[in-house]
């Protein structure tokens, strides 16, 4: 009699801001089956196995990496949204990774608005944990298009902040526990967005005082806040 084995549906894709994302840097399998899929905890208490950001992307570039089974290509993208910026990656070294690959090589010159979908990975440990994102895909669009899934993430991160102020989940005393802080502390990721979503729409001066990233501020590494070096050898 064949084995019977199990079958999981693709998990939704979290629309997520990138300065929640960088703080997730725990990681956990839902259940013990070998395709069990694999988490982030958000410090939100919301998990994550495929993420949607969007923002501008300032840098593009790929280099070719050695490794046991010879020489890849690796694509490196940073993508700056509200108040952080997140480090991108794909590689020829795995198939799945092929159809983001070919988006990559027809991006425009940067900087230009995209949308990004990818699985989220935490490498390393402790202090020298940082978190990546393995593209799946990746589109360039209009500053409208951007601004719709930012303002849908900033709904899911309040949804979330809501409903720890009611229900205490497993997920949330567990990200509580881990980040040693609670979802009320990520309100100020809204109150950024919100400046963020009213610059980009040109109803903010340029001069106002902002830690948001701008399409005039996009240029310098340190106005996106990722931590990744994306020239460093990784594998997707």
Same mark, same amino acid.
């Given at each position: 009699?064949?084995?019977?084995?199990?079958?999981?549906?693709?998990?939704?894709?979290?629309?997520?801001?990138?300065a929640?994302? #960088?703080?997730?840097?725990?990681?956990?399998?839902?259940?013990?089956e070998?395709?069990a899929?694999?988490f982030v905890?958000?410090?939100?208490?919301?998990?994550?196995s495929r993420?949607?950001?969007?923002?501008?992307?300032?840098?593009?570039?790929?280099?070719?990496?050695?490794?046991?089974?010879?020489?890849?290509?690796?694509?490196?993208?940073?993508?700056?949204?509200?108040t952080?910026g997140?480090?991108?990656?794909?590689?020829?070294?795995?198939?799945?990774? #092929?159809?983001?690959?070919?988006m990559?090589?027809?991006?425009?010159?940067?900087?230009?608005?995209?949308?990004?979908?990818g699985?989220?990975?935490?490498?390393?440990?402790?202090?020298?944990?940082?978190?990546?994102?393995?593209?799946?895909?990746?589109?360039?669009?209009?500053?409208?298009?951007?601004?719709?899934?930012?303002?849908?993430?900033?709904?899911?991160?309040a949804?979330?902040?809501?409903?720890?102020r009611k229900?205490?989940?497993?997920?949330?005393?567990k990200?509580?526990?881990?980040?040693?802080?609670?979802?009320?502390?990520?309100?100020h990721?809204?109150?950024?967005?919100?400046?963020?979503?009213?610059?980009?729409?040109?109803?903010?001066?340029?001069?106002?005082?902002?830690t948001?990233?701008?399409q005039?501020?996009?240029?310098?590494?340190?106005?996106?806040?990722?931590?990744?070096d994306?020239r460093?050898?990784?594998?997707?």
């Amino acid at each position: 009699m064949a084995e019977t084995k199990t079958f999981r549906m693709p998990v939704q894709a979290v629309r997520i801001l990138p300065a929640e994302l #960088n703080k997730a840097l725990y990681t956990f399998k839902d259940g013990d089956e070998e395709m069990a899929p694999k988490f982030v905890l958000l410090p939100s208490g919301r998990r994550a196995s495929r993420v949607v950001i969007a923002g501008v992307v300032t840098e593009v570039y790929k280099t070719t990496e050695q490794s046991e089974k010879g020489a890849y290509d690796r694509w490196s993208v940073r993508l700056v949204g509200p108040t952080a910026g997140v480090a991108l990656t794909a590689n020829t070294m795995f198939d799945g990774q #092929n159809a983001a690959i070919e988006m990559l090589k027809k991006l425009p010159p940067a900087p230009f608005d995209a949308i990004a979908i990818g699985r989220p990975k935490v490498l390393g440990e402790g202090d020298d944990a940082v978190m990546l994102v393995s593209l799946e895909a990746i589109v360039p669009v209009d500053t409208d298009d951007v601004i719709d899934v930012v303002v849908e993430a900033a709904e899911g991160l309040a949804d979330a902040i809501l409903a720890s102020r009611k229900d205490a989940t497993m997920d949330t005393v567990k990200a509580k526990s881990v980040y040693g802080t609670s979802p009320e502390e990520l309100l100020h990721l809204l109150d950024g967005t919100k400046e963020y979503i009213l610059r980009r729409q040109g109803k903010l001066p340029v001069e106002s005082k902002s830690t948001a990233p701008t399409q005039t501020q996009i240029s310098g590494e340190a106005a996106d806040g990722c931590d990744v070096d994306l020239r460093s050898p990784v594998s997707a």
